[in-house]
């Protein structure tokens, strides 16, 4: 009796989960599987092409220290990214979760919410139309200012990370104020009640608690910047060459995919071991 | 409705044996409490009537009917949950409406039972409300309508009253068996809390650690209880003895024992049967012994007197009139009738 | 009184955010309006952008074929994820902890990558670039995010009315119709919206898998950037941000995070 309960219900199971998990399958994991196994060949196996295994799409990475450099160019800039994100958007989180209530928090949070959802191409664009020489800040400065300035930030790495910041601001602060938001007052009112100070109270109450919080939106934003390549290229131009635009090339001009298919799981690596090394505190944040 | 009868009922959770070899009878109409701590089987016992659990092994029979290889739908049940599990989607009558409906009765039909439900309950007027728009009360008084609606042949009550306070909870017992009286349906009902279980039930069945360790009507379990946890969990207890060890070091002749005591048996003595005099009382066939007073705890018509009696704590509980005016620390005899000493057999 | 201060400097930092975060957004609208080309100042009303649109064939093709895939990987994706849901809610079974882990993959790996390696893999199947790959790859996109804010609703959902129903006789059908799907079915809605809008936002992956000539809004919207920039681009711009987010406003209503309501 119990048996058939036990077989009737592995199959509800089984019909329920098994039309997702395929999906996910064919769609992410094989195709992850076949990159690897791509990027072990000397050609691409279609057609004609001659082709045999090789580890040389590996060895060029090593050999030339070009996309090294290009990758540790990533990382930089991810890492600059995380930490302006950081610093700008956990106060703005603080502000929201604690010093504003009703319905006018859900109102501003829903607002600063909304970018992040909406098409991050259109908005990188919007940062051209502002930079650009000539553009919109430069005309607005010189209207305020008494003095003429030349303000063309287009095609320099600070328009990229500016983009970057304003694609990726709302993941911190989403975090940042789900943590926050989980800090039960009381704490904070017991925290004074014992004479300490505000500072204390961030230093030893609030940050220590929404820790978690803050290093899952540093690993969602680290780890989407260390391979952008549609931002760098359209704010950066020339300077905004980056390791993902050299995989999106070797893709779409070089065509040289086993290349790419090596390049990208060289990322792959790298990001799987910040999400490794995350993973222990971003479990905590889950809870 | 219909008597349930448990036989033998036992019950793994991996290796944790929930229910062993659980035997105990409902007959037809009766009130029953299954009473025990956390963890002590008495919701899992609840749960394989119902149907949400299937046993190992033993027999369950709902009136002349084997259930155990039924599904709980299919058991003609009326249960009410803890949290009263109303759906937030529907209003009161549709929540009442809803073991109706299944059961396909017709729209007539429905509303009229539907109506004549929510009347017995005292909620005629609020049909169309939504759950979350009623009190605690109301809320237990629509879970309750809902069980019965459909005339089930038992109604099975997990803790239904723990969610509310301590007055509405009193309302509720009265009403509800008041309800469960006029219906005269069989029902089963689980709680923790033991001053319930002996004000509403016919029988008590008390379980510890998933075996049921007594089972009988109120009086009979809480005046012999089968061993000294039950002895303590159905209310406080002086201790005398524990397994003929005396726990008092004095001589025992002042304790006068019912014929036929065991001499490995635990002695104790109800709080409210101990009575509190200075002067030692003269009547022979009284137990008595001499105590200090340490405290005495006002509340009202009643009084609670933390005694120190050879280097034990009593408690005795009596009207505030009936307890001399004494210091604190003032020495008292305490005495009781020989019947109301509590024999535990050893070993039970 | 510094308490005060404190929190007007917070509110005036989360005015500036907000600026920040919109000012460009706006500017960028107000330009599709302009009738320079140059996008030249001073402003002079014009919607001679739109009306441009409105004759560009390429465009209107590639905004109804973003569209149509949304529209369909938000059907397959909300079926699959919700029916996903509701089975990890219900039962317990070993596994159960991996398969919810293994909904990270897709959304913690950069596109970059997923998007390449299904080109690859579409590739090696002969499937090749084009509209199917384009939504295949979607809904897996789509797909953890359905299961995430479905599984978010349903973690609220009192496990005892399932029981109550059944104790007053309703069978497994009656008590997924009447009881639970009534329950989730803000979350289905919400994670529905929420497919809709990372398919119609998407770009990386789409980038990697439609066809040249045969693309979808943002990547038609890329590639004629790189030609230059033109008012038209703001004018469709603009009509895509808008979209997406009043989708989002509206999803906003049926999920309920950030409220506590």
Known sequence: MSNVLANQERLKIFGLLSPAYLWLTVAIFLPLSAMLYFSFLSDVPFGDAEWTYTANNYRAFFQTSTYATLLWKSLKLGLMVTCISLLVGFPCAYVLAKAIKGRSREALFLLVILPFWSNSLVRIFSWAIVLRGN????????AILPFEVDVNLMFTTPAIVIGLVHSYLPYVILTSYLALQAIDDNLIDAARSMGANKLTILWRIILPLSLPGLLAGAVLIFVPVVGSFMEPRILGGRVGTYFGTVIEDQFVAVFNWPLGAALSFILLAVVLLILAVASPVLKRAQT | MAEVSVQNVTKHFGTLKALNNVTMDFPDGGFFALLGPSGSGKTTLLRAIAGFIFTDGGSIRIGDKSVEHIPVEKRDIGMMFQNYALFPNMTVADNVGFGLRVRKVGADEERRRVGEALELVQLGQHGDRKPHQLSGGQRQRVALARAMVTNPKVLLLDEPLSALDKALRVDMQIELKRIQREIGITTIFVTHDQEEALTLSDKIGILKNGTMIQAGPPREVYSNPADVFTAEFLGEANFLSKDGKGVLGLDAASIKLPAGTGTNATLAVRPESMSITVDEPQQDDMSKLPAT????????????CILNCDGQVFKVIARDQDIPELKEGGQVWLSWKPEKTIVVPSGG | MSGRFLTLLGKTWLGLILFFLYAPIIVMAFMSFNAS???????????????????????IAAATRSVLIALVTTVIATILGTAASVALFRFEFRGKRFLQVMLFPPIAIPWLITGTAMLIFFFGVGLGRGTPSVIIGHVALALPYVIVVVSARLATFDATLEEAARSLGADAWTVTRRVTLPWISSGVIAGALFAFAVSFDQFV??????????????VLIYTSIRKGFTPEINAISTIIIVVSMAVMLFAARFSNFGGER
């Open chain 2, 293 to 304: 007073l340490e405290r005495r705890i006002f509340a009202g018509a009643m009084a609670t």
């Open chain 3, 205 to 218: 992956v789409s980038y990697f898998l439609s066809e040249p000539g045969d693309s979808t809004l943002p």
């Open chain 3, 37 to 59: 080309q140059y996008y030249q100042l001073p402003f002079e009303f014009s919607l001679k952008w739109y009306q441009d649109l409105a004759g560009n064939d390429e465009i």
């Open chain 1, 135 to 142: 553009g919109v800040l430069e005309l607005g400065l010189n």
